[in-house]
């Protein structure tokens, strides 16, 4: 073989093993060396050096502001800390935010995954100065122990820890991640409780129809010593320091201390993520959760009547979960904080889809499940600010998320595109079923359960408006499936009607009867989200009318349900039929139009939409049985009646002449 400066056989062969010639390297005379391409070597003398070569620190260095200027500057001066001084604040604050209320002190705490000995240096220790004399009679267990923080970790990062130390956590074929949340696989109303003090005595809704049940001070003390006495027993925990609502002027620091991967990367996605210069600054949180929800409160706690429990202070600003894994309820536990926080600062908390026009026209979308409100906000031709919780202020609207979290039975491609190729890479999903081979997931497998979902940033969604901020909403729709079919298609309202159907949140779901026979059953659920709300829905109401007016946003009521007749006799509107009264609510058009007013309800009704057909404009037309539909109409007049008795006790104003007003816009018969 010729001689090519990189391999040859010797001219006298020398055996090897098994008798074969060895092959032997060597340069040409030009002295080059035989190599595979001349790249150097690592700079690495044994293989833990060579793995910390594959990780970059990424802890920001910019300085921190606020710091009185030297005589002779021209540029303010900044307080340069290092990045071991930033992160002894850091640990520190989350310290004491898990210090027992009893033993005075809290935990000690370390940054890193324990499994990962060389990445959580013992120097990094933090103790508070001020609790280092603690009394002997707080000394445990725990405090001899260091608690490991994990502090806002990346997606990546978080899927390593789930799939490692979480069952039932697996990378699907799309790149979600699916986890399980245990027993509980939506949320426990019943369970969740609001301390009842001198100053939510006076200010929240207590009482029939209302969603609070209250528990006393110690009891909340109790549940939330026993929650952080397990946090602390762990080797390690997750912290996750973010933001909710995207007006930075309004904008609420939180603070979620968890147990799980899954809960911590669930609320990556569902609330703001701070940047890192962001999180320099962070300081001290408006509002902590505390997630123990892996271990059972104790039932034989005053107030307690299973082994979960859901408590919430707001004079303490804090979350305790205990019981239950299910990650919502710290989704809708904040949700219910920002009914409280924002109406405080005449912000009005909205349980609302919404969206804007290319020319900024803004409009709000109110309803219940099943009744098409995320399909009908999610519109190509606009753009996406939220989809679930907004904020309404004197700025103009804003999402409180930065986040979705959607339904996933029988999802498909074609039906939902925009939330099917949202699940990819750092997408969680609940508790869905997928082929153990190929990790497809089956949305149609309801065997954990049928509140299947998924949570990603918003930013997947392709058309999200980011920041998610808008002005001041033009239109303000509530959507309603009428299972009865007596309510039209699309009516427009006044004021008085608007806080009437919105303090009612009607739709109407079809439930199966002990002879099998599907009956139309009418729910109300107030404000669109009675299970969220802190005040009273008046209040509520009585804002969103003031906004409303001083804006001059019109209200518009929008049946996505039956015509014809009842469910069982006539049909459902046909989406396409409603999107194009949509887009006439968007254009403006609908306000153009000629109007007559209907029986019992008193709304008025377009004689023409264009695209749909006007003889299904007023329901009275489209029933065959005329005496069928004066019935049903009565029938469903006295469910909206009796729903509003409750409302009845509770006066807005002194003379309480808004609330005859708002009875006066309800049916009449």
Same mark, same amino acid.
């Given at each position: 073989?010729?001689?090519?400066?990189?391999?040859?056989?010797?001219?006298?062969?020398?055996?090897?093993?098994?008798?074969?010639?060895?092959?032997?390297?060597?340069?040409?005379k030009?002295?080059?060396?035989?190599?595979?391409d001349s790249?150097?070597?690592?700079?690495?003398?044994?293989?833990?050096?060579?793995?910390?070569?594959?990780?970059?620190?990424?802890?920001?260095?910019?300085?921190?502001?606020?710091?009185?200027?030297?005589?002779?500057?021209?540029?303010?001066?900044?307080?340069?800390?290092?990045? !071991?001084?930033?992160? /002894?604040q850091?640990?520190? &604050?989350?310290?004491? $935010?898990?210090?027992? =209320?009893?033993?005075? +002190? *809290?935990?000690?705490?370390?940054?890193g995954?324990?499994?990962?000995?060389?990445?959580?240096?013992?120097?990094?220790?933090?103790?508070?100065?001020r609790?280092?004399?603690?009394?002997?009679?707080?000394?445990?267990?725990?405090?001899?122990?260091?608690?490991?923080?994990?502090?806002?970790?990346s997606p990546?990062?978080?899927? !390593?820890?789930?799939? /490692?130390?979480?069952?039932? &956590?697996?990378?699907t $074929?799309?790149?979600? =991640?699916?986890?399980l +949340? *245990?027993?509980?696989?939506?949320?426990?109303?019943?369970?969740?409780?609001?301390?009842?003090?001198?100053?939510?005595?006076?200010?929240?809704?207590?009482?029939?129809?209302?969603?609070?049940?209250?528990?006393?001070?110690?009891?909340?003390?109790?549940n939330?010593?026993r929650a952080?006495?397990?946090?602390?027993?762990?080797?390690?925990?997750?912290?996750?320091?973010?933001?909710?609502?995207?007006?930075p002027?309004?904008?609420?620091?939180?603070?979620?201390?968890?147990a799980?991967?899954?809960?911590?990367?669930?609320?990556?996605?569902?609330?703001?993520?701070?940047?890192?210069?962001?999180?320099?600054?962070f300081?001290?949180?408006?509002?902590?959760?505390?997630?123990?929800?892996?271990?059972?409160?104790?039932?034989?706690?005053?107030?307690?009547?299973?082994?979960?429990?859901?408590?919430?202070?707001?004079?303490?600003?804090?979350?305790?979960?205990?019981?239950?894994?299910?990650?919502?309820?710290?989704?809708?536990g904040?949700?219910?904080?920002?009914?409280?926080?924002?109406?405080?600062?005449?912000?009005?908390?909205?349980?609302?889809?919404?969206?804007?026009?290319?020319?900024?026209?803004?409009?709000?979308?109110?309803?219940?499940?099943?009744?098409?409100?995320?399909?009908?906000?999610?519109?190509?031709?606009?753009y996406?600010i939220?989809?679930?919780?907004?904020?309404w202020?004197?700025?103009?609207?804003?999402?409180?998320?930065?986040?979705?979290?959607?339904?996933?039975?029988?999802?498909?491609?074609?039906?939902?595109?925009?939330?099917?190729?949202?699940?990819?890479f750092?997408?969680?999903?609940?508790?869905?079923?997928?082929?153990?081979?190929?990790?497809?997931?089956?949305?149609?497998?309801?065997s954990?359960?049928?509140?299947?979902r998924?949570?990603?940033?918003?930013?997947?969604?392709?058309?999200?408006?980011?920041?998610?901020?808008?002005?001041?909403?033009?239109?303000?729709?509530?959507?309603?499936c009428?299972?009865?079919?007596?309510?039209?298609?699309?009516?427009?309202?006044?004021?008085?009607q608007?806080?009437?159907?919105?303090?009612?949140?009607?739709?109407a779901?079809?439930?199966?009867?002990?002879?099998?026979?599907?009956?139309?059953?009418?729910?109300?659920?107030?404000?669109?989200?009675?299970?969220?709300?802190?005040?009273?829905?008046?209040?509520?109401?009585?804002?969103?009318?003031?906004?409303?007016?001083?804006?001059?946003?019109?209200?518009?009521?929008?049946?996505?349900?039956?015509?014809?007749?009842?469910?069982?006799?006539?049909?459902?509107?046909?989406?396409?039929?409603?999107?194009?009264?949509?887009?006439?609510?968007?254009?403006?058009?609908?306000?153009?139009?000629?109007?007559?007013?209907?029986?019992?309800f008193?709304?008025?009704?377009?004689?023409?939409?264009?695209?749909?057909?006007?003889?299904?404009?007023?329901?009275?037309?489209?029933?065959?049985?005329?005496?069928?539909?004066?019935?049903?109409?009565?029938?469903?007049?006295?469910?909206?009646?009796k729903?509003?008795?409750?409302?009845?006790?509770?006066?807005?104003?002194?003379?309480?002449?808004?609330t005859?007003?708002?009875?006066?816009?309800?049916?009449?018969?």
């Amino acid at each position: 073989m010729a001689d090519n400066g990189e391999f040859s056989f010797p001219k006298t062969p020398t055996k090897g093993r098994n008798g074969l010639p060895k092959i032997q390297t060597h340069g040409k005379k030009d002295d080059k060396i035989c190599h595979d391409d001349s790249v150097p070597t690592v700079k690495a003398q044994t293989i833990d050096e060579l793995h910390s070569l594959q990780k970059k620190r990424s802890v920001p260095n910019t300085p921190i502001k606020g710091t009185t200027p030297m005589k002779g500057d021209t540029q303010p001066a900044f307080n340069v800390v290092s990045d !071991e001084e930033r992160e /002894k604040q850091q640990l520190q &604050s989350i310290s004491a $935010s898990l210090a027992s =209320l009893t033993r005075e +002190s *809290g935990p000690k705490v370390v940054k890193g995954d324990p499994d990962r000995k060389a990445e959580t240096p013992r120097a990094h220790v933090t103790h508070q100065e001020r609790h280092v004399h603690a009394p002997s009679f707080s000394t445990s267990d725990s405090s001899l122990k260091f608690t490991h923080i994990l502090y806002n970790l990346s997606p990546a990062e978080l899927y !390593e820890q789930a799939i /490692k130390y979480e069952k039932g &956590s697996f990378i699907t $074929s799309s790149g979600a =991640l699916a986890t399980l +949340s *245990g027993a509980k696989t939506g949320r426990s109303p019943r369970d969740k409780r609001v301390v009842r003090d001198e100053t939510t005595e006076d200010e929240l809704w207590w009482g029939k129809g209302s969603p609070n049940i209250e528990m006393d001070e110690h009891t909340f003390l109790v549940n939330r010593e026993r929650a952080v006495d397990y946090l602390c027993s762990l080797d390690k925990v997750y912290v996750n320091d973010q933001f909710l609502n995207w007006d930075p002027v309004h904008r609420i620091k939180v603070r979620i201390v968890s147990a799980r991967a899954y809960h911590s990367l669930f609320m990556h996605n569902m609330c703001i993520r701070p940047t890192a210069e962001e999180l320099e600054d962070f300081g001290t949180p408006d509002f902590t959760i505390y997630n123990a929800g892996m271990f059972p409160c104790n039932r034989y706690t005053h107030y307690m009547t299973s082994s979960t429990s859901v408590d919430l202070n707001l004079a303490r600003r804090e979350m305790v979960i205990l019981g239950t894994q299910y990650a919502g309820e710290m989704k809708k536990g904040l949700f219910g904080v920002m009914h409280y926080l924002m109406p405080k600062r005449q912000i009005l908390s909205l349980h609302s889809g919404c969206n804007m026009g290319k020319d900024g026209d803004v409009a709000l979308f109110f309803g219940l499940s099943g009744t098409g409100k995320t399909t009908l906000s999610t519109d190509h031709n606009r753009y996406l600010i939220g989809d679930d919780e907004h904020c309404w202020s004197e700025n103009g609207v804003s999402n409180i998320e930065g986040g979705c979290y959607a339904k996933c039975i029988d999802l498909s491609r074609e039906k939902e595109p925009d939330i099917f190729n949202a699940i990819k890479f750092g997408t969680v999903m609940e508790n869905v079923v997928f082929d153990e081979h190929t990790r497809e997931v089956d949305y149609s497998d309801k065997s954990v359960t049928e509140n299947t979902r998924a949570a990603y940033p918003i930013e997947y969604i392709p058309n999200a408006k980011i920041p998610c901020v808008g002005p001041h909403p033009k239109n303000v729709i509530l959507l309603a499936c009428d299972a009865f079919g007596v309510l039209p298609p699309v009516s427009k309202l006044n004021l008085a009607q608007t806080m009437y159907h919105f303090i009612s949140g009607y739709t109407a779901l079809v439930a199966g009867t002990e002879d099998g026979i599907k009956e139309p059953q009418a729910t109300f659920s107030a404000c669109f989200g009675a299970a969220f709300i802190m005040l009273h829905p008046t209040k509520y109401a009585a804002m969103l009318a003031e906004k409303m007016q001083k804006h001059g946003a019109t209200g518009w009521l929008v049946n996505t349900g039956w015509s014809g007749g009842r469910y069982g006799s006539g049909k459902r509107i046909k989406l396409a039929y409603t999107r194009k009264i949509i887009d006439a609510i968007h254009s403006g058009s609908l306000l153009e139009a000629e109007y007559t007013k209907t029986e019992i309800f008193g709304l008025e009704i377009p004689t023409a939409v264009e695209g749909v057909p006007s003889e299904i404009l007023d329901p009275a037309n489209t029933w065959p049985d005329k005496a069928a539909h004066q019935e049903t109409l009565v029938k469903l007049g006295g469910l909206f009646k009796k729903n509003f008795e409750v409302f009845l006790d509770y006066k807005i104003g002194t003379d309480g002449k808004l609330t005859d007003e708002i009875l006066a816009a309800g049916p009449n018969f």
